[in-house]
């Protein structure tokens, strides 16, 4: 009994170690700012200048079909009803690469092209928000990706920092550099 408790002991100081270490992992994404969270969530965005017109941005990543264009290769991304692109609309998301990750996302928020909020329904970042920003600058377009996810528990805690936020940093860069090669090459 003395050696699993020791065990068990040695097992939540290792745990409590490695969270209290991987608060100072971050990635250049972390956005530390009450703007976008104020109950303990974290911000993660991403955000890329592009020579296009906003409304070119927009139109991209509210259609079905373009959308798709932009995804690393393995993601499947449909909308359904209602349609057209809307609040209500409701995005499923499947991503098919070393393991399969489903969830779906509902349009919360729309204001042609300069922002879209949806919330996550259901899967790892279930209650969380994604959020697409545009503002015109003076060579281009804006677009800012950003996600305000509160993982609960401590597995889903250690996915997130140990596997989870390297995955979503490098798709999203992928999806931005996409969209970019689209919008500047045609």
């Known amino acids: 009994m ?47 200048l592009i020579d296009a017109p906003r409304h070119r941005l927009f139109q991209i990543i509210t259609d079905e079909t373009q959308f798709r264009q932009i995804c690393p290769e393995g993601t499947i991304v449909g909308h359904e009803d209602p349609l057209p692109y809307q609040v209500g609309t409701v995005i499923r998301t499947t991503i098919d690469h070393i393991f399969t990750l489903n969830w779906q996302t509902q349009v919360v928020e729309i204001t042609p092209n300069r922002k879209i909020r949806l919330r996550f329904l259901d899967g790892f970042f279930a209650g969380g928000t994604e959020l697409w920003e545009l503002r015109q600058e003076d060579r281009g377009t804006r677009i800012s990706h950003t996600i305000i996810v509160n993982p609960k528990g401590l597995i889903r805690t250690l996915i997130w920092h140990l596997k989870v936020r390297g995955k979503h940093d490098r798709m999203v860069e992928i999806v931005l550099d996409n969209l970019q090669t689209l919008c500047e090459t045609s």
């Open 2 to 48: 003395c050696a699993n408790h020791l065990r068990n002991c040695l097992y939540l100081v290792t745990v409590t170690v490695l969270l209290i270490a991987l608060q100072g992992c971050s990635t250049r994404y972390i956005v530390p700012s009450p703007e976008y969270t104020d109950d303990g969530s974290e911000a993660n965005q991403h955000s890329r």
